[in-house]
């Protein structure tokens, strides 16, 4: 990887959703997934389907990752995961001793509640644990392939991925009144998570209901700030937490495609994914908003849904922003340094 004086990000997949998006349609867009570089270093936020192998068509080395960070445990958010610990391994040998941080949300310590429109109450998946946090979900899907990564720590001598990844879960810090169910999004300050000579990153709760508890996480720099929205809908938070920065990476989805999806259903899950939609996600139009009301100096939409949607859709954004608007494919890079 080239060195560079300016940071910027690498929008590494663009889609949003747990599909794969027919790629003639989508222009290629992948899942969700955004590398922030800064000098020889870059740090991954979220890791979709596609991200493993966009890492390598954006000429990014695994060796010189620095961290990953999770803003909420949504399949379409973490679906490259286990690639990244097992094939990441290789490249990351150097650092058994100083291991690469992944840090996303903690168990959610309780069920969400049941959809109102269910007749009848299903039953949760591995009710033993089942809401487990980003340390037990890695170590778990690591677990799942011991027989691969046995076969290459006995015979090979290759390191364990435990060894060179270490999963973390952000704790919650007390007194916001943080509750899963009750308050899962509490208005509250930035709280840091992470800091290097490079970057100081700081996260914030936002709104995507039932999960909890989600993160969108900002990165300061010497020569500028991005902002990372995660998965929300409008929320003051994310204003808070975005406000000044050079870039805000915010979601956006077309409600109007979810009206064509769902509109006219009336049985309980057709009704129940279109209220998840609503309450859960932005417009382009609210996306705007909220980059003006936290004077960000530029916004780009990803984790676009749906990934197959054409232009047209997303530019309406500029219309409600007064700064430079971005609508970025996958690949892309947005500088964000102020030099």
């Not at 027919?22 to 596609?50: K, M, N, P, W």
Request: glycine share 8%; hydrophobic share 40%.
């Amino acid at each position: 990887m080239a060195h560079t004086s300016s940071p910027y990000v690498i929008t590494l997949g663009t889609a949003g959703g747990p599909r794969w998006w027919a790629a003639a349609d989508s222009g290629e867009r992948t899942g969700i997934a955004t590398a922030v570089v800064v000098g020889d270093a870059f740090y991954l936020v979220d890791c979709g389907q596609g991200a493993g192998r966009r890492l390598g068509q954006a000429a990014l080395d695994l060796k010189d990752l620095r961290a990953l960070f999770i803003t909420h445990l949504h399949s379409d958010h973490v679906y490259d995961l286990a690639g990244i610990g097992i094939f990441g391994l290789y490249a990351l040998q150097h650092r058994t001793n100083d291991p690469v941080r992944i840090l996303g949300p903690g168990d959610r310590g309780a069920l969400p509640p049941v959809s109102p429109r269910a007749a009848v109450a299903p039953a949760p998946l591995a009710p033993n644990s089942p809401t487990p946090g980003t340390r037990q979900m890695f170590e778990t899907l690591m677990a799942a392939h011991a027989t691969d990564l046995n076969d290459r720590i006995l015979d090979s001598l290759k390191p364990s991925p435990l060894e060179v990844f270490q999963a973390e879960d952000i704790r919650v810090p007390d007194g916001t009144g943080y509750h899963p169910n009750s308050n899962p999004t509490p208005p509250m300050d930035p709280f840091e998570v992470y800091r290097d000579e490079l970057v100081t990153v700081t996260a914030i709760l936002v709104e995507h209901p039932p999960v909890a508890p989600a993160f969108a996480f900002r990165f300061d720099t010497a020569e500028g700030s991005v902002t990372i929205s995660g998965d929300t809908c409008f929320t003051q938070n994310l204003v808070t937490l975005a406000r000044d920065t050079d870039l805000l990476l915010h979601e956006a989805i077309d409600f109007d495609w979810v009206e064509q999806l769902y509109g006219d259903k009336t049985d309980g899950a057709s009704r129940a994914a279109r209220d998840h939609h609503y309450k859960s996600h932005t417009s382009v139009r609210d996306a705007a908003k909220a980059a003006e009301a936290a004077g960000a100096r530029q916004l780009a939409l990803h984790h676009l849904v749906p990934g197959h949607a054409p232009a047209q859709v997303w530019l309406e954004a500029a219309e409600h922003f007064s700064g430079h608007f971005v609508l970025p494919n996958d690949l892309d890079i947005i500088p964000f340094g102020q030099r």
